[in-house]
T-cell receptor, first 112, second 113 residues
Framework: AQSVTQLDSHVSVSEGTPVLLRCNYS??????LFWYVQHPNKGLQLLLK??????LVKGINGFEAEFKKSETSFHLTKPSAHMSDAAEYFC??????????FGDGTTLTVKP | EPEVTQTPSHQVTQMGQEVILRCVPI?????FYWYRQILGQKVEFLVS????????KSEIFDDQFSVERPDGSNFTLKIRSTKLEDSAMYFC???????????FGQGTRLTVV
């Protein structure tokens, strides 16, 4: 069985400071991992993906994530938060058949 | 850029009525999914569909639910007799292969009254 655990339900940062959203995964084989963002009353937008290529993956809007097998982690980072980054972020792991298992989500608040 | 399209964006229905949620997946994708998100909760998997049949379904996807790909473009979710607890945002998604990223539609907000 596969699962993801998002370690923080809420993260609050000031505009211009770094963002770190933490995700640990559990998978019986090499996982496919993703981060999605959901703005209020909007759909789910793919930020970035890891599918067994480079361990440091770059996504849209300046976000990055690093796959660390030894730590079973896939944390999402951004050097400098922008007000528009305020949203709900989901860490997701896929099965080979494509089923996506979502974490509980992390609400990111950006203070001016 | 290709996208998954869902209609309607919002559906209100009376308890016990049947509803059909519609989705147009990305045209060259082979895997199709439905998820739901009850307000304030996590996104939950309902069902996956490949090669014209259900490949996996969750415990939520009971006999009240069904999916269909009636033609080459649409993918539908039918709830036979809606209950209050079916109120949620329903997301359709598609992917080219099983392990690749899924692209999600904007969702249909279903309200059962």
């Amino acid at each position: 069985a596969q699962s993801v655990t998002q370690l923080d339900s809420h993260v609050s940062v000031s505009e211009g400071t770094p963002v770190l959203l933490r995700c640990n995964y559990s998978s019986s084989y090499s996982p496919s991992l993703f981060w999605y963002v959901q703005h209020p009353n909007k759909g789910l937008q793919l930020l970035l993906k890891y599918t067994s290529a480079a361990t440091l993956v770059k996504g849209i809007n300046g976000f990055e994530a690093e796959f660390k097998k030894s730590e079973t982690s896939f944390h999402l980072t951004k050097p400098s938060a922008h007000m528009s980054d305020a949203a709900e972020y989901f860490c997701v792991v896929n099965t080979n058949a494509g089923k996506s298992t979502f974490g509980d989500g992390t609400t990111l608040t950006v203070k001016p | 850029e290709p996208e998954v399209t869902q209609t309607p964006s919002h559906q209100v229905t009376q308890m016990g009525q049947e509803v059909i949620l519609r989705c147009v997946p990305i045209s060259n994708h082979l895997y199709f999914y439905w998820y739901r998100q009850i307000l304030g909760q996590k996104v939950e998997f309902l069902v996956s569909f490949y090669n014209n049949e259900i490949s996996e379904k969750s415990e939520i996807f009971d006999d009240q639910f069904s999916v269909e790909r009636p033609d080459g473009s649409n993918f539908t979710l039918k709830i036979r007799s809606t209950k209050l607890e079916d109120s949620a945002m329903y997301f359709c998604a598609s992917s080219r292969q099983g392990r690749t990223e899924a692209f999600f539609g904007q969702g249909t907000r279903l309200t059962v009254v």
